[in-house]
């Protein structure tokens, strides 16, 4: 075992002293960034300085730090992939990425990795490409700091800001993501971290999972998109302190989540969306200590959904807070603070001494017939609702909150 650990340190010594750099641009002996790469050795680090560089697809395929000087520009000119990374423990920083070419079956990248593990790809601007990064089955990378930028006006013509396929053990950290069709996409993805970032203005989603499980994502704002996100085909997915915010449209939602299970929602923000969260043939998911403000519907929770618990959440401002299109209910409300509650505490425990039925007969109306719209905040629906409160005769007598609460929970 001695023997081992000797001959590693000389082995990371060796590579320490004979690594070199190399420096690029027309102020130096090297002026292109392939003879710089056919000139490295692994282990080396390049460094490109200012200039634009329009070289066609430059590919890295050594182990190599591969750094940009006051953020030189690697121009596709509308052809190619701008940067193909084909080894592993590559380091890519502090360049503009523009103008890959654009080709639905090719997928054409600003930033593509191969196949390979332990890459890092930090504080790049990517503008005007097809997909912005790409990773495809990849494994312990990090891709952080990134501004992704695109002009996507139809989904079918731009690909994602940051999509990963089949990989594990990616962690997605503080870029600003938007114009793309998906903000960032996951498929096939395992025990995966997305974290603080911005993913806005996007023609479909702000982030979409697809068969991808054990992930979480924490922290990020998902602000204007088409739909919001969409979390399908996944379990034990946790969802913590993401805003989802002004996400409007006819099928838009803040957060929709399709055929899950075990997933945790905690502490987010839902303001200003359609439908705030969607949930079709859900299972085990825990929705608690969230807050739902200003949406036209709080929830939809569809009949296929089952053992779902909804908890200690705020309801505020909301036209619907809830909504189903069944009258077989299999999940629980428990001590959430509804403001359109109208009962009492005389015992001042903080819990209303009446339950309370979230799922307002107009909500109903609506769900089987949106026409009915039409009739908002008419007195006669007012007084429907009124009247259904009180003798309930189409809304699930087991749709109710036994505890709710007479202040909202701290913002």
Same mark, same amino acid.
């Given at each position: 075992?001695?023997?081992?650990? =000797?001959?590693? &340190?000389?082995? =990371?010594?060796?590579? &320490?002293?004979?690594?070199?750099?190399?420096?690029?641009?027309?102020?130096?002996?090297?002026?292109?960034?392939?003879?710089?790469?056919?000139m490295?050795?692994?282990?080396?680090?390049?460094?490109?300085?200012?200039?634009?560089?329009?070289?066609?697809? #430059?590919?890295?395929?050594k182990?190599?730090?591969?750094?940009?000087?006051?953020?030189?520009? /690697? *121009?596709?000119?509308?052809?190619n992939?701008?940067?193909?990374?084909?080894a *592993?423990?590559?380091?890519?920083?502090?360049?503009?990425?523009?103008?890959?070419? +654009?080709?639905?079956?090719?997928?054409?990248?600003?930033?593509?990795?191969?196949?390979?593990?332990?890459?890092?790809?930090?504080?790049n601007?990517?503008?005007?490409?097809? =997909?912005?990064?790409?990773?495809?089955?990849?494994?312990?990378?990090?891709?952080?700091?990134?501004?992704?930028?695109?002009?996507?006006?139809?989904?079918?013509?731009?690909?994602?800001?940051i999509?990963?396929?089949?990989?594990?053990?990616?962690?997605?950290?503080?870029?600003?993501?938007?114009?793309?069709?998906?903000?960032?996409?996951?498929?096939?993805?395992?025990n995966?971290?997305?974290?603080?970032?911005?993913s806005?203005?996007? #023609?479909?989603?702000?982030? +979409?999972?697809?068969?991808?499980?054990?992930?979480?994502? #924490?922290?990020?704002?998902?602000?204007?998109?088409?739909?919001?996100?969409?979390?399908?085909?996944?379990?034990?997915?946790?969802?913590?302190?993401?805003?989802?915010?002004?996400?409007?449209?006819?099928?838009?939602?803040?957060? /929709? /989540? !399709?055929?899950?299970? *075990?997933?945790?929602?905690?502490?987010?923000? &839902? @303001?200003?969306?359609?439908?705030?969260?969607y949930?079709?043939?859900?299972t085990?998911?825990?929705?608690?200590?969230?807050?739902?403000?200003?949406?036209g519907w709080?929830?939809k929770?569809?009949?296929?959904?089952m053992?779902?618990? @909804?908890?200690?959440?705020?309801?505020?401002?909301?036209?619907?807070?809830?909504?189903?299109?069944?009258?077989?209910?299999?999940?629980?409300?428990?001590?959430?603070?509804?403001?359109?509650?109208?009962?009492?505490?005389?015992? !001042?425990?903080?819990?209303?001494?009446?339950?309370? +039925?979230?799922?307002?007969?107009?909500?109903?109306?609506?769900?089987?017939?949106?026409?009915?719209? /039409?009739?908002?905040?008419?007195?006669? @629906?007012?007084?429907?609702? !009124?009247?259904?409160?009180?003798?309930p005769?189409?809304?699930?007598?087991?749709?109710?909150?036994?505890?709710?609460?007479?202040k909202?929970l701290?913002?």
């Amino acid at each position: 075992m001695k023997n081992f650990y =000797f001959i590693l &340190f000389h082995f =990371f010594v060796i590579q &320490f002293v004979f690594a070199k750099t190399i420096q690029v641009g027309a102020n130096f002996p090297v002026k292109t960034i392939k003879q710089a790469l056919e000139m490295a050795k692994e282990g080396d680090t390049i460094i490109v300085n200012k200039g634009t560089y329009k070289e066609g697809n #430059i590919i890295i395929n050594k182990r190599i730090a591969f750094i940009g000087k006051n953020l030189p520009i /690697l *121009d596709g000119q509308n052809k190619n992939e701008v940067l193909s990374i084909k080894a *592993d423990s590559v380091f890519v920083q502090g360049f503009k990425l523009i103008n890959s070419g +654009h080709a639905a079956l090719e997928d054409p990248c600003g930033i593509k990795v191969y196949n390979k593990s332990f890459v890092r790809i930090f504080n790049n601007t990517l503008d005007n490409n097809f =997909f912005g990064i790409y990773l495809q089955n990849c494994y312990n990378c990090i891709v952080k700091g990134n501004t992704i930028v695109a002009y996507g006006k139809e989904e079918q013509l731009i690909g994602n800001g940051i999509h990963c396929w089949k990989s594990g053990n990616i962690q997605i950290i503080a870029n600003k993501i938007s114009g793309h069709r998906d903000g960032i996409y996951f498929e096939f993805v395992t025990n995966s971290v997305i974290w603080r970032n911005i993913s806005a203005k996007n #023609i479909r989603y702000g982030l +979409h999972f697809m068969f991808s499980n054990n992930d979480d994502y #924490i922290s990020n704002v998902f602000e204007n998109n088409g739909a919001g996100v969409a979390v399908m085909f996944s379990k034990s997915v946790k969802m913590i302190n993401n805003t989802f915010e002004e996400n409007w449209g006819d099928s838009a939602y803040g957060l /929709l /989540l !399709k055929e899950i299970s *075990d997933g945790y929602l905690f502490n987010n923000k &839902f @303001i200003k969306n359609t439908t705030a969260i969607y949930m079709e043939g859900t299972t085990r998911i825990k929705v608690e200590k969230n807050d739902f403000v200003s949406n036209g519907w709080g929830m939809k929770i569809q009949a296929s959904c089952m053992d779902n618990e @909804i908890a200690n959440n705020n309801y505020l401002k909301n036209t619907f807070d809830i909504s189903t299109n069944g009258s077989l209910v299999l999940n629980t409300f428990n001590n959430n603070y509804w403001d359109k509650y109208e009962g009492y505490d005389l015992d !001042k425990n903080g819990i209303g001494d009446v339950p309370y +039925h979230p799922l307002s007969l107009f909500a109903v109306l609506t769900e089987k017939n949106s026409s009915t719209m /039409l009739l908002y905040r008419s007195f006669m @629906i007012t007084l429907l609702d !009124k009247s259904e409160k009180v003798l309930p005769s189409i809304t699930p007598d087991n749709f109710i909150d036994k505890m709710p609460l007479m202040k909202s929970l701290p913002l």
